[in-house]
Nanobody
């Protein structure tokens, strides 16, 4: 079991940047490195959308086509934290961004299609891109 807390959201103009953070508090026998980590987002009136995922040690990344080349996911296992660096933000990036953790997920791309019943989720942090 892991509790996730996101931070770093806010309002930014188009073309700007934000860095989201997700700090994990691990309560089970597992360590933070036991979890594949990811970011999802949900815009108002739309379905939840996969954004990015990163492997246990941070050696592999997978991105949604809509953010590829603009967003970067990375993690600091010593700090139990995963980040999402968002550059060249556009109004369509406006959404609540959620951090997620999975101990059973192995294929990062597969996570973009189907989650797991015991995935852990943060409460989200709001990102608004507007002029």
């Amino acid at each position: 079991q892991v509790q996730l807390t996101e931070s770093g959201g806010g309002t930014v103009q188009p073309g700007g940047s934000l860095r989201l953070s997700c700090r994990a508090s691990v309560r089970s026998e597992r360590t933070f490195r036991s979890y594949v980590m990811g970011w999802f987002r949900q815009a108002s009136g739309k379905e939840r959308e996969f954004v990015a995922a990163i492997s246990h040690g941070g050696g592999s990344e997978y991105y949604a086509d809509s953010v590829k080349g603009r967003f970067t996911i990375f993690r600091d296992n010593a700090q139990n934290t995963v980040y999402l660096q968002m550059n060249t933000l556009a109004p369509e990036d406006t959404a609540v961004y959620y951090c997620a953790a999975s101990w059973r997920q192995r294929n990062l791309a597969g996570w973009s299609y189907m989650g797991n019943s015991d995935d852990s989720w943060g409460l989200g942090t709001q990102v608004v891109v507007s002029s």
